[in-house]
């Protein structure tokens, strides 16, 4: 996730999502490389590990499980 003022909207806890959270600046700076080379970028290590496994190993329906239980945790006190 990118620290942006959408953090804090809504009452959604971003925080409680196990990931290292990146500056603006730093994927500003990595997108704007990438500019005409590339159709998409993920930057950060962890990213692109989790791009990887999530597009080429494991099953959709894996993937779809991970992802909706980390929304499901950080919308879980808004739903309260």
């Known amino acids: 996730p990118t620290r942006t003022e959408m953090v ?15 500056r603006p600046e730093q994927v500003v700076g ?7 080379r590339k159709p998409a ?9 989790q791009r ?3 597009t080429r190993l494991l099953p959709r329906r894996t993937t779809s499980a991970v992802w909706g239980g ?7 006190e808004e739903l309260r």
Not at 8 to 22: C, K, L, Q, S, T
């Open 30 to 36: 990595k997108a704007l490389k990438a500019l005409g």
């Open 52 to 54: 990887f496994l999530f």
């Open 70 to 76: 980390l929304m499901t945790k950080v919308t879980a």
């Open 41 to 49: 970028v993920f930057p950060g290590g962890i990213n692109k590990i």
């Open 8 to 22: 804090e909207m809504d009452g959604v806890d971003f925080g409680a999502m196990p990931m290292n959270w990146m």
